[in-house]
Nanobody
């Protein structure tokens, strides 16, 4: 089992910034991908950004240039720096841990991000 502890959500005005953190603990395999997904009411859960243990990052087009994902492999923690936030970024943000070899997948409980106009 892998446990994911998220933090950093909140309410911010348009143009503001927030930083999300997700710390993984438990039975962690050294080769994995951690990332952030978001889900707005009535919509599907979509990828925001991911960071593999091999150093590969991936971003949704809608956040490129505004969001930055980083990773502290020693602490098994991934961060999402969100700048120039827009109302359309409002959603529940979920941390995901995934192992491509075993296909094990774990999700955090979610943290709410609300951007007011």
């Amino acid at each position: 089992q892998v446990q994911l502890m998220e933090s950093g959500g909140g309410l911010v005005q348009t143009g503001g910034s927030l930083r999300l953190s997700c710390a993984a603990s438990g039975s962690i395999f050294r080769i994995n991908t951690m990332g952030w997904y978001r889900q707005a009411p009535g919509k599907e859960r979509d990828l925001v950004a991911s960071f593999s243990s091999g150093g590969i990052t991936n971003y949704a087009d809608s956040v490129k240039g505004r969001f930055t994902i980083s990773r502290d492999s020693a602490q098994n923690t991934v961060y999402l720096q969100m700048n120039s936030l827009k109302p359309e970024d409002t959603a529940m943000y979920y941390c995901r841990y995934y192992e491509s070899f075993s296909r094990r997948e774990y999700w955090g409980q979610g943290t709410q991000v609300t951007v007011s106009s």
